[in-house]
């Protein structure tokens, strides 16, 4: 993880988010005492535990970017989960604690990128290497086959043997040759024809080596031997509320003394051949152990875990129906965020040092409904302000890989120049901003339900387009989109 600062996260998050300055604030202070806690003595630090968040703010104003973009920033395995997925056991739904078996598999994941970037060049070699091989097979220009150093070819004299029966070396294989006439020896001519052929046969591989450096041969076919990653699996349905068992049918087959991984002969151009190699030798080259242990450390210290609708398991007041399991999944929940071990194929997993942020609209039900564990273990709480319509056109051109920059790129591929005036871009944002006053807020989200209906037709024309320029002003927004408040069959069709 960097050493950022505050301000430096802060500074971080406004390049991708709008507003919300608070809680950035909250979230940049919850990864610095990440840093902080690294330095404190083992005794003391195994006693510092998260400040968990919880957001509150309707929809589609940057609740999930913000944890998204904290995990990116702390280079930190992050998982993003819905509330409402999870189920109390006994009831239709997911386990709580396969959140943390799924937050362990990101972290491998993670783990294995970041360890195949280091040994990335030397896999490349050895990728090189296997397709040479397989080019010089095909070609009829592969090296000699080597004995080894255990036989001695001096043994083969004809002392050893009969002076009728002599050994003659052909095709990589020595065989005798009937009759007691001698082998003929090499003449100079002999000589020069061979040392001729060598030099045509190494000047050959030199040349298959370099169109292959210079990828000038990706779409030629070979034969060539990778690994089978058809591994079957055995899967067992676990009890009602959990998750299904797969068994490994590789792991099986070692225990039975059948292991090793399968090749087989495939036919594939250098180009496929080449990514699946460089995975394999990626593979080989890394230890597992290593990853797996790593990415345990990872998840423990440094895990993320992004809890979207948790409003959504607050019960009703009617004990019965639908509704019955909401208070168990809050507990359930309440015994993952307050600390526990959970087993996973990696091994055991503590969630003490996990940073759960949690997350909801709380539209039709406050925090306080929550059971009062579970609030405790929130003890950070930021409401998340409603967009204004300033804040939607700022949303269209600050954020780093905006919206208006999106498009402006997808449609300079078809060599049309679209480009937005500053009235067109605050036409846009009030358009946008009526729309979710009128109908259903859905927040920043609207801006991309705007913007495609504004620029359908130039899309689906863009192909005859090629060479044109393409102003987007206020009129041609207007013209299009008419103004949203008064305009009832533009709401209809934008919600």
Same mark, same amino acid.
């Given at each position: 993880m960097e050493e950022l600062t505050p301000e430096?996260?802060?500074?971080?998050?406004?390049?991708?988010?709008?507003? !919300? =300055?608070?809680?950035?604030?909250?979230?940049?202070?919850?990864?610095?005492?990440?840093?902080?806690?690294?330095?404190?003595? #083992?005794?003391?630090?195994? =006693?510092?535990?998260?400040?968990?968040?919880? /957001?509150?703010?309707?929809? $589609?104003?940057?609740?999930?970017?913000?944890?998204?973009?904290?995990?990116? %920033?702390?280079?930190?395995?992050?998982?993003?989960?819905?509330?409402?997925?999870?189920?109390?056991? @006994?009831?239709?739904?997911?386990?709580?604690?396969?959140?943390?078996?799924?937050?362990?598999?990101?972290?491998?994941?993670?783990?294995?990128?970041?360890?195949?970037?280091?040994?990335?060049?030397?896999?490349?070699?050895?990728?090189?290497?296997?397709? %040479?091989?397989?080019?010089? !097979?095909?070609?009829? /220009?592969?090296?000699?086959?080597?004995? @080894?150093?255990?036989?001695?070819? *001096?043994?083969?004299?004809? *002392?050893?043997? #009969?002076?009728?029966?002599?050994?003659?070396?052909? @095709?990589?294989?020595?065989?005798?040759?009937?009759?007691?006439?001698?082998?003929?020896?090499? +003449?100079?001519?002999?000589?020069?024809?061979?040392?001729?052929?060598? !030099?045509?046969?190494?000047?050959?591989?030199?040349?298959?080596?370099?169109? %292959?450096?210079? /990828?000038?041969?990706?779409?030629?076919?070979?034969?060539?031997?990778?690994?089978?990653? *058809?591994?079957?699996?055995?899967?067992?349905?676990?009890?009602?509320?959990?998750?299904?068992?797969?068994?490994? @049918?590789?792991? %099986?087959?070692? /225990?039975? $003394?059948?292991? +090793?991984?399968?090749?087989? =002969?495939?036919?594939?151009?250098?180009?496929e051949a080449r990514k699946l190699i460089q995975e394999e030798e990626a593979e080989a080259l890394v230890d597992p152990e290593e990853v797996q242990q790593e990415a345990i450390r990872r998840v423990e210290n440094d895990g993320i875990l992004f809890i979207d609708e948790i409003d959504k398991v607050i019960g009703t007041k009617n004990p019965s129906g639908p509704d019955v399991s909401r208070e168990g999944v809050q507990r359930d929940l309440l015994t993952v965020v307050e600390g526990c071990t959970v087993y996973t194929r990696y091994g055991f997993i503590k969630t003490d040092h996990i940073l759960f942020i949690a997350a909801g609209a709380f539209h039709f039900n406050k925090p306080s409904e929550l059971i009062p564990e579970l609030q405790g273990r929130f003890p950070v709480r930021v409401a998340l302000r409603d967009l204004a319509e300033e804040d939607f056109a700022r949303i269209l051109v600050e954020p780093k890989n905006s919206l208006i920059h999106q498009y402006t790129a997808l449609l300079a591929t078809e060599g049309v120049k679209l480009s937005f005036t500053k009235g067109g871009i605050q036409k846009l944002a009030q358009v946008a901003f009526k729309a979710n006053r009128t109908t259903q807020n859905i927040g920043a989200r609207r801006l991309m339900t705007t913007l495609e209906l504004l620029l359908e037709t130039i899309s689906f024309e863009a192909p005859n387009l090629k060479g044109k320029e393409i102003q987007v002003d206020e009129n041609m927004v207007e013209e299009r989109l008419g103004d949203a408040a008064d305009d009832p069959d533009l709401i209809k069709y934008m919600i």
């Open positions: 430096e996260i802060v500074a971080r998050l406004d390049q991708h988010i709008v507003g !919300q =300055e608070k809680a950035k604030r909250k979230v940049a202070v919850a990864l610095r005492n990440r840093w902080r806690r690294r330095r404190l003595p #083992p005794e003391l630090a195994a =006693e510092v535990y998260p400040k968990n968040i919880l /957001l509150i703010g309707p929809t $589609g104003v940057g609740k999930t970017e913000i944890a998204r973009r904290l995990a990116g %920033l702390a280079n930190a395995p992050f998982l993003k989960v819905e509330a409402s997925k999870f189920s109390e056991v @006994g009831y239709h739904g997911r386990d709580v604690e396969t959140m943390i078996r799924d937050l362990v598999e990101v972290a491998v994941r993670l783990v294995q990128q970041e360890k195949a970037v280091a040994i990335q060049e030397e896999a490349r070699e050895r990728t090189h290497k296997r397709i %040479l091989d397989a080019i010089y !097979q095909k070609e009829g /220009l592969s090296e000699p086959e080597d004995f @080894g150093t255990d036989l001695d070819l *001096s043994d083969l004299s004809s *002392s050893h043997f #009969p002076e009728e029966v002599q050994f003659v070396h052909d @095709g990589g294989l020595w065989r005798p040759m009937a009759g007691a006439e001698k082998p003929p020896e090499e +003449g100079p001519e002999d000589a020069d024809s061979s040392l001729e052929y060598d !030099q045509e046969r190494e000047a050959a591989r030199q040349d298959w080596k370099r169109r %292959l450096e210079s /990828l000038e041969i990706e779409d030629t076919t070979i034969e060539i031997e990778v690994k089978d990653r *058809s591994n079957p699996t055995l899967s067992i349905m676990g009890p009602a509320g959990q998750e299904a068992m797969g068994i490994d @049918g590789q792991a %099986l087959q070692k /225990l039975w $003394g059948r292991g +090793g991984p399968n090749y087989r =002969e495939r036919k594939l151009t250098i180009a």
